[in-house]
């Protein structure tokens, strides 16, 4: 098997306070490149939070996060901010894109705060990004002149702006109807098939959870289940 992208090694992470919390309890995973992974698991499981310390949007309280083999949980904040925008792509159910840029602004913001492009070249990959989503024409546009499957493909152009090996989905479908659901997972498939990135998605949607390579199940904070299924269409 292939070096890990991202591993946890003993991962938890606890809430402080009169009665602490525990979100996510001794996990040990490695994902590896070119994976299509769900994370599944009831509400409240800790599939979220999972995916955040997974990120470096998050910190554990135990454990360590490694990318690349490197670990994340001795660097100084500045140092996992530059892991994260150059080896993770963040998309959210909710695609929180700034309402008052165009798309093309919004697809252009992590390149900006990278900082290792001109101006003149990140307007020209986010307009190619937009055109390779079908949204070449709406580029000018503001989010609030897209549909919520439209703004979602922003997300994910966005997400894709650094060329990051790793995306990290949380539930991108959820807010989604069964068009925009399909066309949404249709790219995050074709990103693992014919990209060679690899893809973990929180998700609710057994049917989607299906088709992916690999399922990890969280129930309370814990890994229950984690399989890599041969027989999987992505």
């Known amino acids: 098997m292939s070096a890990a992208l991202i591993e946890a090694r003993g991962v938890t992470k606890i809430l402080a306070g009169v009665v602490p919390v525990t979100l996510v309890q001794d996990i040990d995973l490695a994902i590896v ?29 135990s454990g360590d996060v490694l990318i690349d083999g490197r670990s994340t949980t001795s660097m100084t904040e500045n140092d996992r901010a530059e892991v994260r925008l ?39 990959r986010a307009e190619q990004l937009l055109a390779s989503f079908g949204l070449g024409d709406h580029r000018r546009k503001t989010p609030d002149q897209l549909s919520g499957g439209q703004r979602q493909r922003v997300a994910v152009a966005r997400a894709l702006a650094n060329d990051p090996p790793v995306i990290l989905a949380d539930e991108p479908t959820g807010s989604l109807d069964s068009v925009a659901t399909a066309q949404v997972f249709g790219i995050l498939r074709e990103l693992v098939t014919l990209h ?12 989607l959870a299906a088709q992916m390579h690999r399922r990890i199940h969280i129930i309370d904070g814990r890994v229950a289940r984690d399989e890599r299924v041969a027989s999987a269409t992505a």
């Open 86 to 124: 150059k080896r993770i792509g963040f998309v959210f159910q909710f695609h929180f894109l700034l309402p008052e840029f165009t798309i093309t602004e919004n697809v252009a913001l992590p390149m900006r705060a990278l900082g290792q492009l001109p101006s003149r070249a990140i307007t020209a």
């Open 33 to 61: 490149p070119r994976e299509f992974v769900a994370v599944t698991g009831p509400s409240g499981s800790g599939k979220s939070s999972l995916l955040y310390l997974l990120g470096l949007l998050d910190l554990p309280s």
């Open 196 to 207: 060679g990135k690899t893809v973990v998605a929180v998700t609710h949607d057994l049917a």
